[in-house]
């Protein structure tokens, strides 16, 4: 049902070195770059997530309860992208751990522009 969720940055650059590297385990990949804006995903016919400098060129702003959410397919993977994260410069808003007993797993980062991501698991 998702084709794409769009997060605004600030320097393209920088946000796709970042999301390179924090999807690459996960088998995304940048798919397409025009400029002001780039996709990554496993391939075209599947969910992406794309960043992008603001189309009406004002400021980037993350939007308050706005949030990306990711499942990398177990806990151990929710906490690697978590530190892989943090390791690439993401702040801390939440670290990995369940949340709701034998049904959410989850750890909370912000991107380098404070863009909302959550790695999860449910079970």
Same mark, same amino acid.
């Given at each position: 049902?998702?084709?794409y969720?769009?997060?605004?940055?600030? *320097? /393209?650059? $920088?946000?796709?070195? !970042?999301?390179?590297d924090?999807?690459?385990?996960?088998? +995304?990949?940048?798919?397409? *770059? /025009?400029? $002001?804006?780039a996709? !990554?995903?496993?391939?075209?016919?599947?969910?992406?997530? +794309?960043?992008?400098?603001?189309?009406?060129?004002?400021?980037?702003?993350?939007?308050?309860g706005?949030?990306?959410a990711?499942?990398?397919?177990?806990k151990?993977?929710?906490?690697?992208l978590?530190?892989?994260?943090?390791?690439?410069?993401?702040?801390?808003?939440?670290?990995?751990?369940?949340?709701?007993?034998?049904?959410?797993y989850?750890a909370?980062?912000?991107?380098?522009?404070?863009?909302?991501?959550?790695?999860?698991?449910?079970?």
């Open positions: 049902m998702i084709g969720v769009t997060l605004g940055v600030t *320097d /393209m650059a $920088r946000a796709k070195n !970042f999301y390179s924090l999807l690459a385990d996960l088998g +995304a990949s940048l798919l397409v *770059d /025009m400029d $002001r804006i996709f !990554f995903g496993e391939d075209m016919s599947r969910p992406m997530l +794309a960043v992008c400098i603001p189309y009406d060129e004002q400021a980037q702003n993350p939007g308050n706005n949030m990306v990711l499942n990398p397919g177990s151990e993977a929710c906490d690697a978590y530190h892989r994260a943090i390791q690439l410069g993401a702040t801390c808003e939440g670290e990995p751990g369940q949340r709701i007993p034998d049904m959410f989850g909370y980062v912000r991107d380098l522009d404070g863009n909302k991501i959550c790695f999860f698991q449910f079970g």
